[in-house]
């Protein structure tokens, strides 16, 4: 499994090529975030911001960021061009987002790497995850990134193999146009192929082929108002 299978950098993030190998496991990637961005000369000026938006460290906005009234940016931060920031946006520190994204209103996001045209709308936490080019976030989706045993994540690979990703914190792998539905949970070490799909309000954890479809059928009954 390499993360070729799942996404190709785009040219947008050329700029951090090195630090992101396409035949390692996709999750390996996470590992390289934080280097990348240390490795990064941040050097452009920095653009003026809102009076209500608070930038601190070391942060890269493209001219062509649209900024909100509010929103919080802790570095180190790099947004790419003509990416949108949504009011009440929490940034807080080695996050990566290529070109034309929506990063939402009150969403959440740290040590994660979002490729061109993600959008991740409105009440996302995205954490320790990497989206591919296109993925899309339904309202309030969910990266759960840490096991209640506070174990190393594992995966359970196609085969039957379990693979130790040695890392205690880790989200969810979602490939390119893969689509995530309306308040859905993505458990730790989720990995989602290429247009693969999660239906709302439904909890999915380990490895979604590309192009399927994972979905739960809940039972809705109805009784007559007794007011």
């Known amino acids: 499994m390499k993360a070729s299978d799942f996404f190709a950098l785009p040219a947008s993030l050329a700029p951090f090529e090195s630090a992101f190998p396409t035949n390692v496991p996709p999750w390996e990637w996470l590992r390289g975030i ?8 941040f050097d452009q000026p920095m653009r003026p911001v809102p009076p209500g938006v608070h930038v ?9 960021v649209i900024l909100p009234h509010t929103a919080t940016i802790i570095g180190p931060v790099w947004i790419g061009a003509n990416t949108e920031i949504r009011p009440g946006a929490f940034l807080r520190g080695n996050v990566i987002v ?10 959440e996001y740290k ?39 506070n174990k190393n994540v594992t995966i359970a690979l ?12 880790f989200g969810a792998v979602v490939g390119d146009r893969a689509e995530v539905g309306c308040n859905a ?8 192929g290429p247009r693969s799909l999660v239906m709302p309000l439904t909890a999915f954890g380990g490895c979604l082929a590309p192009a399927t479809i994972a979905h739960s059928r809940q039972q809705v009954s109805t009784l007559p108002r007794r007011d």
């Open 56 to 64: 601190e460290g070391f942060v890269y906005l493209h001219p062509s």
């Open 158 to 169: 196609p085969g039957g193999t379990v693979a130790d990703t040695g890392l205690r914190k």
């Open 34 to 41: 934080a280097p990348a961005l240390a490795a990064h000369k």
């Open 98 to 107: 290529g070109e034309h994204c929506i990063l939402g209103n009150s969403c």
């Open 111 to 149: 040590n994660c790497l979002l490729m061109n045209r993600v959008q991740t709308p409105h009440f996302n936490y995205v954490g320790d995850s990497i989206l591919g080019n296109g993925a899309h976030f339904g309202a309030g989706v969910i990266c759960s990134n840490v096991r209640l045993d």
């Open 185 to 192: 949970v993505l458990q730790p070490g989720t990995l989602l």
